[in-house]
């Protein structure tokens, strides 16, 4: 982005009337505001993000495509970008717990507790899903902002059969994240068997060694330790359920909830055991 400012300057003197170049500015400024937006949602500053909300309205009416030359340094800038920058000063000033500088252990717990919020990022987005794509959606924005480049969707895992392809994974952490949506008890077993069916397919993999499976609600069909035990059927020891519960429109079928029991010795057992 600063990239495309510094193009804007005129060798001449003043701003380069290049339409090309300030497209591409303007595109990446979007999507720096979306970043940064997503960055306050997670770190809990609501008062923050309400005023950048605020302040980019502002910039939107007036045009985000207004620039400011100034001559003693030659350079073109942006009172949008500007404002935007501040905001990361700001964010990198109060330490927001950057996951390149901590451990793999301590990026595994922040994905889980991130992943474990899902359903309350949804309703803070006012998305009521009725497709999976729906969650991957809003997720992609929030995972992308966290891990960046090291974030991939749609990516393909070659099979001996065929390919797969994941929702989505992070490079750096060789994890796979793949997210259901279960409206009613079929729904979850239909979520868990397409898991099952994923995890045949990912074992021919080198790259990817972790994977987290998120289940989305639309109410209390089934907990985790049930789905525990399913996986350690299977022999998915390196599959991590996460189930969470939203709003949502649920088929009410009339059948009674999974009534999976934990096998004596298996990771299940033990969850259940300690509470």
Request: aromatic content about 10%; hydrophobic content about 35%; cysteine-free.
């Amino acid at each position: 982005m600063r990239d495309a400012l510094w193009r804007l300057a005129d060798p001449r003197g003043g701003i380069l009337n290049d339409n090309d170049v300030i497209e591409e500015f303007e595109y990446f400024l979007r999507s720096l505001y979306i970043q940064v937006m997503v960055a306050l949602d997670h770190l809990g500053l609501d008062a923050s993000r309400a005023d950048l909300a605020e302040a980019w309205r502002r910039f939107v009416q007036s045009g985000l495509r207004k620039f400011k030359y100034y001559p003693e340094h030659d350079a073109v800038g942006s009172k949008a970008f500007d404002y935007l920058d501040a905001v990361i000063d700001g964010i990198r000033a109060i330490g927001s717990g950057s996951v390149e500088k901590s451990d793999d252990q301590g990026e595994r717990q922040q994905l889980e507790r991130l992943l474990e919020r899902t359903a309350y990022i949804l309703q803070r987005r006012n998305v009521v899903p009725k497709k999976e794509s729906e969650i991957q959606r809003v997720m992609d924005e929030y995972l992308e902002s966290m891990y960046g480049a090291e974030y991939r969707r749609q990516f393909s895992i070659p099979g001996v059969v065929k390919n797969f392809r994941p929702d989505s994974g992070i490079r750096s952490l060789e994890t796979v994240i793949e997210f259901k949506l279960a409206k009613d008890v079929d729904g979850l077993k239909a979520a868990t068997s397409g898991l099952f069916e994923d995890a045949s397919g990912y074992k021919a993999s080198n790259d990817w060694k972790r994977y987290y499976s998120v289940i989305y609600m639309t109410g209390a069909y089934g907990t985790r330790e049930q789905l525990l035990a399913e996986f350690d059927r299977a022999g998915m020891i390196d599959w991590t359920p996460i189930l969470v519960t939203g709003v949502g429109q649920p088929q009410v079928t009339g059948k009674k909830t999974i009534k999976a029991l934990p096998k004596k010795g298996t990771r299940a057992e033990k969850v259940s055991s300690a509470k």
